[in-house]
């Protein structure tokens, strides 16, 4: 046999390399011809073209580095990713939050019965009841809940609904007088606000509560400076009184239209405002809270004494016939009936202090004596008479191991023959003489501990007009308020003949105006 093998037509060669995948001859199709179809042909030619577009797109992507021919899809594609991831995260941290808060806000009620529990002294240290008030607190706090409301501080209509407001002289406006019961957020979502009583000064009572300023201008809420100084200079023009002569209506309401923009128009006065409204919407009326579908702690655990459940803002008491008490029903919990208690926290001490006005505005450091020893308390500026001050830790020791008790120390405030508190402000009476106020004048003003400054009053200034001067008021964390001077126009006893006849001059060419007219019509309405 020679060397070249003899083989029939159509058998493929014994031994022949198999083209590799993608090479032309497999992209060919079928080697023999005889078994090509159409279909055979067109789909060689098909790929014949591909082929010689991917060599196309070969020889434009630069030489070397063919990823980088898909690189910008990649980042693409790794940035999409890592926002999707972010989504995510984000949505099943939103989802948690949620679930979390369902099975947290029934709770809140069990809370609010633990804490009217404290505050009737039924819930002393150590105590079988303390015990699971904590595991039950401590349990909610480990879920992220965080309870909010403490007397003392600022009213905030984002944080706190006002169910009470008592007008306290001496004491700083919007302060908390009282936490009816705590609020309670979860992360960044409020569960509920906590209900207070608020102070509230005279005016705040009896003024601005009754006047929507921004009615009064015809604007909303969330108007602009710029769109309050448009609106009241248009009503001003309209209800001047030198454009309305003899009448009182229109110098009523252009009385009415000055007030209004002088609050709104001062940022921190439309600030106060406001919360005073948002206040107002809270309701003036003490509840014990509760109520509806909201299920209590003598709710929960009612059936253990044979009573059922019990109606909120009712008075509490865990002594049970028979002297069985709250600890021994609950002795399971402390090795059974009748155990001996555990460390109990010692009583609070009671303590006063008392501050001349300047001190009280500008903050000290008093020294006190307890069973601990000497204690120095650090009272912060601005503090209002009556207000109390909290010393943790300083009251008198325990009687068996646990927690000293605290100082509660009393703030009294000594009044000033010249200033009073109006929350952050600091008001005084300015007397004026007849001349000054009708010709204008440049006055001397003092100020609490500094020098005098120098107020400008203006020509035709009435009785009771408030002047402001920035700045000069009481300066706490709060901020810093400003001296409100109201002008008192002097009249003067005794008149020499000269000063008689100059007024009775006066008399006879000033305009003829009767400022009781509007006063008479009005007592006839």
């Known amino acids: 046999m020679s060397n070249e093998e003899q083989r029939t037509p159509g058998e493929d060669p014994i031994g022949d390399e198999v083209p590799a995948a993608g090479s032309a001859a497999n992209a060919a199709g079928p080697a023999p011809e005889e078994g090509l179809t159409v279909d055979d042909i067109l789909g060689a030619e098909q790929n014949e073209d591909a082929l010689a577009a991917d060599s196309e797109g070969a020889a434009a992507a630069p030489s070397g580095a063919p990823e980088d021919f898909y690189l910008e899809d990649l980042r693409r594609i790794t940035a999409e990713y890592a926002n999707y991831r972010k989504r995510t995260e984000a949505n099943a941290a939103i989802e948690k939050q949620r679930l979390t808060a369902a099975v947290v806000s029934p709770l809140l009620t069990v809370l609010d019965d633990f804490d009217r529990a404290e505050a009737h002294g039924d ?69 509920r606000p906590a209900k207070v009583a608020v102070a509230v000064g005279q005016m705040a009572s009896q003024d601005w509560l009754e006047k929507d300023f921004y009615q009064i201008l015809g604007v909303s809420k969330d108007a602009s400076e710029a769109e309050l100084k448009k609106t009241y200079r248009k009503l001003a023009r309209q209800h001047h009184p030198d454009s309305n002569e003899g009448n009182p209506a229109a110098e009523a309401k252009f009385k009415e239209i000055s007030e209004a923009y002088s609050v709104l128009s001062d940022k921190d006065q439309r600030a106060e405002y406001d919360q005073i409204r948002a206040m107002r919407s809270g309701g003036a ?241």
């Open 285 to 525: 009326r003490f509840t014990s809270g509760g109520g509806g579908g909201n299920q209590g702690f003598e709710d929960v655990f009612g059936g253990m004494f044979g009573g059922g459940g019990g109606g909120r803002g009712q008075q509490y008491s865990y002594q049970q016939a028979g002297g069985q008490s709250f600890e021994d029903l609950f002795g399971m919990f402390g090795g059974g009936a009748g155990a001996p208690r555990g460390p109990q926290k010692g009583r609070d001490v009671q303590a006063s202090t008392t501050l001349d006005f300047e001190t009280a505005v500008n903050g000290k450091t008093v020294t006190l004596q307890s069973e601990a020893g000497t204690v120095k308390v650090k009272i912060p500026a601005g503090v209002s008479d009556g207000q109390k001050i909290k010393v943790r830790g300083k009251g008198e020791m325990s009687p068996n191991g646990g927690p000293a008790g605290d100082i509660i120390l009393t703030v009294s405030v000594r009044k000033h023959p010249v200033f009073e508190r109006d929350g952050q402000n600091l008001r005084l009476k300015l007397p004026v003489t007849f001349s000054e106020a009708a010709l204008g004048a440049t006055v001397e003003v003092p100020t609490l501990g500094g020098d005098p400054v120098r107020l400008k009053v203006q020509p035709g200034t009435p009785s009771g007009r408030v002047l402001r001067v920035k700045g000069r008021g009481v300066k706490s964390a709060k901020g810093l308020g400003d001296l409100l001077a109201e002008v008192q126009i002097v009249v003067p006893s005794h008149l020499s003949d000269e000063a008689r006849a100059a007024l009775e001059a006066f008399r006879e060419v000033e305009p003829q105006e009767n400022p009781r007219e509007d006063l008479l019509a009005r007592a006839k309405s």
């Open 123 to 191: 819930l002393e240290e150590g105590s079988a009841f303390a015990t699971i008030a904590q595991k039950v607190r401590g349990a909610l706090e480990r879920f992220g809940l965080e309870s909010f409301g403490e007397v003392g501080e600022l009213f905030d209509p984002q944080l706190h609904e006002a169910i009470a407001q008592v007008p306290v002289p001496g004491t700083e406006q919007h302060t908390v007088l009282d936490v009816i019961e705590r609020g309670y957020r979860l992360g960044d979502v409020e569960l």
